[in-house]
């Protein structure tokens, strides 16, 4: 393992997005989901923890080869006064950039327990494949 790869695999802090500058068009702090991605000869699988988005409110669009997720959290309304708190609530958002070598009208996506799991298949001339002697 190389020194980037074990940069990369580093752990993290809840991370907020910085503030671009203008109005905002949501309200709360919005926050980079933590990603884990696995690769196979198939293509990659990503999976993004987003605790508190529902299928409701979760958007992933493709544009210009750059995927977006973005989620948003549902504070609840339960008639309770918080007294004390530490967990910050906020919606998510993060963008990759896709490269040629994925069928971008194959992808699929899965949500369950605020784990976004993104299947993501290679094109088939990136796929390995095996050359037979004849």
Do not use: C, W
């Not at 802090?13 to 926050?31: C, D, L, Y």
């Not at 997720?69 to 998510?92: A, C, K, Q, S, W």
């Not at 796929?127 to 002697?133: A, E, L, M, N, V």
């Amino acid at each position: 393992m190389t020194d980037k790869e074990k940069k990369d695999l580093e752990v993290s802090k809840k991370q907020e997005i910085e503030k671009a500058s203008g109005e905002p068009t949501r309200e709360g702090v919005v926050f980079v989901p933590e990603v884990d991605i696995s690769e196979s000869e198939e293509g990659l699988v990503l999976y993004a923890d987003m605790p508190g988005v529902t299928k409701e409110n979760l958007d992933i669009d493709i544009r210009e080869g750059v995927l977006t997720v973005t989620g948003t959290v549902e504070p609840e309304r339960d008639n309770l006064r918080l007294v004390h708190g530490e967990y910050e609530i906020g919606g998510f958002q993060r963008r990759f950039t896709m490269g040629e070598k994925i069928d971008q009208e194959k992808i699929e996506a899965k949500l369950e327990n605020g784990v976004l799991q993104l299947t993501l298949p290679k094109a088939e001339a990136h796929k390995p494949r095996k050359i037979t002697i004849s």
